[in-house]
């Protein structure tokens, strides 16, 4: 009962969902692009800030792009190639593009300081970046240091129609001076490289499905940045288990996504374009989702039928005034990933949307998805849902031994969305996978007798409180469901009698909410040794380009301070 081919799990699967998936469907990624420009041609592909371009027009312009990088600038197989760019159009056309040429895509976050950059771009290799005039300063401050040969340049307005391009970009860098000066001699624009590819034969590399499609850097908040090498076989594999999971509720060729997590995030990579481009879906790209009223005007103007993000981003819309006013009726799908969703999020949201918050898990280690939430559960139910196909998920002890049903140990995976290993790091790959083929995930958890999954915490986050384990994510559930909490963190902090305790950091919603009055929930709600001892009041958390509060910021602040 507690092996590793007990799967209580397929007994649960949603109407029509296969236990495993089709493979060999697609050979490479470059195989399901083609299908799909090919399928889907006059269908609306991407669109923002008011231009659409369809899957005919994605494939012509991916191909330009694709012979720029092959004929122009000496581009081979397997050569990397960075992105550093929020969701504009350039995103997927260079994407696309750069899978075309056969070569690998390392996506960077725009946000990264240069030490970050410098680090990617020579670790990866990388020969060519592509990025947004409002970052180009951090690329030229190490242009010099790294490998990288060619720079692309674009703004934010290039693929815009004219005169909108023109007025975007001008006003971006003149009046709003989002654009800091920099100089890279060398560097192409966009457009001229898309020129520049226009009406010649794109040679087609043999791309295996073993190759490397994409190298996903992670682990920067917990350390050096590794970059996880995810091949054509991880990525197929994880879109076919991702839409073979949605297959009953979507239809081909209608669906509408709002993507307003970054492009360069697996969640949004996977799930958002490349699973959505399989099906034909139309995705609205949100380039600075932080702006919240300008996020909830943008819905106001799509008849949208999915949405994912993070729990932060589902309450930061709760809590932005009109999102309760727009029309939900078309919505049939939110799904939540990155970071825990929170019961008091999920529970106001159907309340306000119609629409189930549906919890889904993984990490970039997996491309990402691990299990899903069945999308026609009636109300969230605290778990991070099933495996999806061909996958395999066990609670393991901390010497490796399979545990049973309802005991709490740590999640790891098995499955052909399973990285290949971290780039050049092979020490690093024995660590999180061992010699069975387990992806050790760092998460404890627990599964119920259906096959339905429990984070209960991170290793690394657990709080000790006299030998009990604490696990910030129930005390965080706990005091958000506080009408007077906008957001609240929970770590531990060092104590002489219980080696550690108990702080929350919280963010009001209410300004006359008091220490006392979240003392006096937490006693209701919580045991003692799981109440905190210390809370502290703040106007902002600390958080991950994609809104993930980050608690390591929060405990090295702590331990500054003493």
Partial sequence: MSGSNYRPWLNNYPKGVPHEIDLDQYPSILSLLESCFERFRHRPAFSNMGRTISYGELDTLSRQFAVFLVNELNCSKGDRIAMMMPNVLQYPIAICGALRAGMVVVNTNPMYTARELRHQLVDSGAKVIVVLDNFAETVASVNKDTPTEHVVTTGIGDMLS??????????????????????????????????????????????????IAFLQYTGGTTGVAKGAMLTHRNMIANMQQASAWISSDMTEGEEVIVTALPLYHIFALTANCLTFMKIGGHNHLITNPRDMPGFVAELGKIRYTSLTGVNTLFNGLLNTPGFEKLDFSNLRMTLGGGMAVQRSVAERWKRVTGSTLAEAYGLTE??????????????????????????????????????????????????????????????????????????????????????????????????????????????????????????????????????EAVKLVIVKKDPSLTEEAIRAHCRTELTGYKQPKYIEFRDSLPKSNVGKILRRELREEQAKAG
């Avoid at 800091?180 to 040679?203: C, S």
């Avoid at 969230?380 to 709490?408: A, C, H, K, R």
């Avoid at 092979?426 to 061992?434: F, G």
Wanted: aromatic fraction near 8%.
């Fill in 366 to 499: 997996t491309s990402p998805a691990v299990c899903i939430n069945p999308l026609d559960i009636s109300e969230y139910n605290g778990s991070i849902g099933l495996p999806i196909s061909s996958t395999d998920v066990t609670i393991q002890s901390d010497d490796g031994q399979i545990l049973p049903v309802g005991e709490t140990g740590e999640l790891c995976v098995r499955g052909p969305q399973v990285m290949k290993g971290y780039w050049n790091r092979p020490e690093e790959t024995a660590k999180i996978i061992d010699p069975q083929g387990w992806l050790h995930t760092g998460d404890i958890a627990r599964m119920d007798e259906k096959g339905f999954f429990y984070i209960v915490d991170r290793k690394k986050d657990m709080i000790l409180v006299s030998g009990f384990n604490v696990y910030p994510n129930e005390i965080e559930d706990v005091v958000a469901c506080m009408p007077g909490i906008l957001e609240v963190a929970a770590i531990g902090v060092p104590d002489p009698k219980s080696g």
């Fill in 162 to 211: 004219f005169p909108k391009s023109v007025i975007t970009n001008f006003v971006v860098k003149h009046v709003k001076k989002m654009v800091p000066p920099y100089d890279i001699p060398g560097a192409v624009r966009f457009r001229d490289a898309l020129r520049r590819g226009a009406g010649k034969p794109l040679p087609k590399p043999e791309v295996d499905a073993g190759d």
